[in-house]
């Protein structure tokens, strides 16, 4: 690491404000002491330290502007904020995450964590994703009593399509412990549950709603919710799609003997 880049890297962090207010069009230093609430001192050193790194330049008539390097800076050091702030905020559902969760995920997620007293409510958002949605796929390392009755509520009262991949064992156990709903759900036309082998790390799944296609995982813990993590991002998308299709390409429906033999016990 280069001491020039180890300077860049503090210099956008402590002249961002400088960098931001300047993004709206050239400003002379008085308008940027208004603007960002700085003395003029810091902001004669702000200028300074900047256009070191070729981030300003002079504009005329007393005022400077950002270059094209500026505006990258900027906007390098934008994206850190959004990835380091939503990472804090999900930081207990990333460590109990079983998956690896790309970096692509973290930016422009929205994160809901359970509370312990009622971990259920951290499924709302996604409950109401899939009220909306025309098809989801996911993969699902878990089950909670209230799944089976979501899904079909919405297979029923707006066509959702459904595939999901699973264990065998996960599947049997759902059938035992919901027989009429999952039966009825396994039985609706466009819906599939299909098995694998691998072990499912993690509820990993993608809906397509009238206002695109969303990716979101279910993190588990303690026999119950821990919290969802939702983002729409075409980035966070095409991970979520290419982690579910490692999965689904190696897989076999679910035999119906397997559920006629569940459901007739």
């Not at 400088?18 to 702000?46: C, F, M, Q, W, Y």
């Not at 899904?151 to 035992?176: D, H, N, P």
């Not at 790390?201 to 821990?226: F, M, Q, R, Y």
Request: hydrophobic share 40%; proline share 5%.
């Amino acid at each position: 690491m280069s001491q020039r880049a180890a300077d860049l890297r503090d210099q956008l962090g402590k002249r961002h404000d400088v960098l931001s207010a300047l993004s709206a069009g050239p400003r002379t230093k008085p308008a940027l002491v208004e603007a960002v609430d700085k003395s003029r001192s810091t902001i004669d050193r702000a200028i300074t330290a900047l256009a070191d790194h070729d981030c300003v330049e002079p504009a005329g008539k007393g005022r400077y502007r950002l270059t094209k390097a500026g505006r990258t800076g900027l906007s390098v050091y934008s994206d850190y904020v959004a990835r380091t702030s939503a990472l804090s905020e999900a930081t207990a559902l990333v460590n109990d995450s079983e998956l690896e969760i790309a970096v692509e995920f973290l930016n422009g997620m929205d994160v809901s964590v359970a509370d312990p007293q009622v971990p259920e409510l951290a499924l709302e958002p996604s409950t109401r994703l899939v009220k909306e949605a025309s098809q989801l796929r996911g993969l699902a390392a878990a089950m909670l009593g209230s799944y089976p009755e979501i899904l079909l509520e919405a297979v029923r009262e707006s066509g959702l399509g459904v595939e999901i991949v699973t264990s065998q064992q996960l599947a049997t156990s759902a059938l035992e412990l919901k027989p009429q709903a999952v039966s009825a759900l396994l039985s609706a036309d466009g819906v599939e549950l299909r098995i694998t082998e691998k072990p499912v790390p993690e509820s990993l799944w993608l809906v397509t709603t009238p206002e695109g296609t969303h990716a979101g995982i279910t993190v588990h813990a303690d026999n119950g919710v821990k919290g969802v993590i939702i983002n729409s991002t075409p980035a966070a998308v095409a991970w979520a799609e290419e982690t579910y299709s490692s999965f689904r390409d190696a897989t076999e429906p679910l035999a119906q003997s397997v559920i006629d033999c569940v459901v007739d016990q």
